[in-house]
């Protein structure tokens, strides 16, 4: 390798001269990562999953074909069954981010993606393929969450390991942002398709997540392996050249050589200790029993923030509303909204910061959920009620209209808030000896959360109505002294720097101010330049790209 090194302390350098992946190469590969990867699968077919099933279950045909007699010639779907039917893709992927953990070590990342890819095309294949069996639907939608769940606990492990740090917080917001994505596209296309009588008005937009995955499949090959997967294996120059594409700066270039410098103390520090475990994820070494629990913690809570409920059923139970746009147009609109709430969160997430986003949303959602529940429970009809046999009256109309506005902007905060927060923090909590299992635990909390959410929802709003919003407001009064009191700030520090703030036992309520220590490691530099001259040499030519 060209060029020298000079014994310095990190805090001695202004990383602020030193190159950040701000040039069109660096920039670019880094949205086809995120678009590509988090895009299609988990985040934008896991969204479009969750749209796609909200509006399956009040299309006629899909009623008739799944649903029971109603004794009077006609078919309904029992809440039962719409349980069975949303919560089965839910338990799947439960399964498949546990799974993910065995194979994002053996096979790599780039490998991991590939089969459980294939496994999530399958599952959607026995669900298109279905005439009337509800058990065949449930297998298929069962199999595709093996799938979306491996890859929804790959991609924040993909993306913590492989995006630079300035760029990390943003990549991962984006798939908080694919997922809103794909739900919105999913209510657009099954507006289009609700008023077809035959099957076709469910198969099209079910049938559809088959071209997405083939984009996918498609698109993998042209992604990088994590460099710290490839250091962890002894696959160093590829590591090298991934760094430097990454960063857009040639392989020979101090940025790359510090980088790989500073991995490699850690990846054999973490190695000092043998295989990890299950177990080890809860151990007391570097205080991985606290990020494990932090990272489960805030998935949990993130699912028992209300917003799944509406995704999940607002079409039914808007329908109780009263309002007089058709179920479908409404979800559009939430869609919608869900989608422009999230986009300012890819500023925001580094600009303010991971815990001020998760505090400053815990309070708007509660008021939000607390306004709804109120209100909805007071003015407007049960929503098991007829609405065909009674007449709703000025004060339920109102009701209606009140519960609708704040369920929006519950939406809207969470897409800007507690969507995209706790998938940021997950990707930066571990180190990379348990990253697989650690963020494997978070996600597999998501989705069993998700799970238990459609199954008894339904059941639950069936008998308490909109009071199963008090339920969300309780939570989200909980996360906010829990976020304050357990949650550290993560922004501008690099995994390695996570590993020292947890090991300095920092009080998250000061964790803003916190600053790394000396780390006294080797700083590379151009033969016969100091290392400020070089930065600024590669600033200006960053400046001119």
């Not at 809440?79 to 039917?85: E, T």
């Not at 339920?396 to 704040?406: C, M, R, Y």
């Not at 990253?435 to 998501?446: F, Q, V, W």
């Not at 059941?459 to 909109?466: F, L, Y």
Request: aromatic residues 12%; glycine residues 10%; hydrophobic residues 45%.
């Amino acid at each position: 390798m060209a060029g020298g090194f000079a014994v310095t302390s990190s805090k001695n350098i202004d990383t602020k001269l030193l190159p950040t992946p701000t040039n069109r190469r660096a920039i670019l590969l880094a949205f086809f990562i995120a678009f590509d990867l988090k895009g299609v699968l988990p985040g934008f077919l896991f969204g479009y999953d969750i749209g796609v099933i909200s509006g399956c279950l009040i299309m006629p045909d899909f009623v008739r074909r799944f649903g029971t007699s109603d004794g009077q010639g006609g078919f309904i779907l029992s809440s039962s069954r719409q349980s069975i039917i949303t919560s089965l893709l839910s338990a799947g992927t439960f399964v498949g981010a546990l799974g993910q953990a065995f194979t994002s070590d053996r096979f790599g990342r780039k490998g991991s993606i590939l089969v459980w890819s294939a496994i999530f095309t399958v599952g959607v294949v026995i669900q298109t393929a279905t005439t009337f069996s509800i058990v065949q639907l449930t297998i298929g939608r069962f199999v595709a969450g093996l799938g979306v769940g491996a890859l929804s606990a790959i991609v924040p492990l993909y993306n913590g390991e492989t995006a630079p740090r300035k760029l990390r917080g943003a990549m991962l917001v984006l798939y908080q942002l694919q997922i809103i994505s794909g739900i919105f596209l999913s209510y657009i296309i099954e507006l289009g398709t609700n008023k077809i009588s035959n099957s076709a008005s469910w198969r099209i937009p079910v049938g559809l997540q088959m071209l997405w995955g083939l984009i996918l499949l498609s698109g993998i090959f042209f992604l990088p392996e994590s460099p710290r997967h490839l250091l962890g294996t002894g696959r160093q120059d590829e590591a090298y050249r991934v760094i430097a594409e990454l960063n857009s700066v040639s392989v020979d270039d101090p940025l790359v050589l510090d980088t790989v410098e500073e991995l490699e103390v850690g990846i054999r520090a973490e190695n000092e200790g043998g295989k990890a475990t299950w177990i080890e994820c809860f151990s007391t070494r570097n205080m991985l029993w606290k990020r494990t629990v932090n990272g489960m913690m805030l998935q949990f809570i993130q699912q028992l923030n209300g917003q799944n409920f509406y995704y999940y059923y607002g079409d039914t139970f808007f329908q109780s509303a009263g309002t007089t746009l058709s179920p479908y147009s409404i979800q559009a609109i939430l869609g919608g909204i869900s989608v422009v709430g999230t986009i300012p969160a890819l500023h925001l997430i580094e600009s303010v910061g991971r815990r001020k986003l998760l505090l400053i949303g815990a309070v708007l959602q509660a008021i939000c959920a607390l306004v709804a529940g109120l209100v909805g429970h007071f003015t407007v009809p049960p929503p098991t009620a007829d609405l065909k046999t009674i007449t709703l009256t000025e004060r339920n109309k109102q009701g209606g209209d009140v519960l609708i506005t704040f369920a929006i902007l519950h939406v809207f905060s969470f897409s800007m808030f507690w969507g995209p927060a706790p998938w940021v923090y997950l990707g930066e909590s571990f180190p990379l000896r348990v990253r697989p299992k650690g963020i494997a635990l978070g996600s597999a909390t998501n989705w069993i959360w998700n799970f238990l959410l459609s199954f008894f929802s339904p059941r639950i709003a069936a008998k308490i109505g909109p009071l199963i919003l008090m339920i969300f407001f309780g939570m989200l009064v909980f996360g906010w002294f829990y976020v304050y009191l357990f949650i550290p700030e993560t922004r501008g520090l690099s995994l390695e720097e996570v590993d020292e703030m947890y090991r300095a036992h920092v009080k998250p309520w000061r964790s803003a101010e916190w600053k790394p220590a000396d780390k006294h490691l080797h700083h590379h530099t151009a033969p016969g330049k100091d290392v400020e001259e070089k930065s600024d040499e590669i600033r200006d030519e960053t400046e001119k790209l």
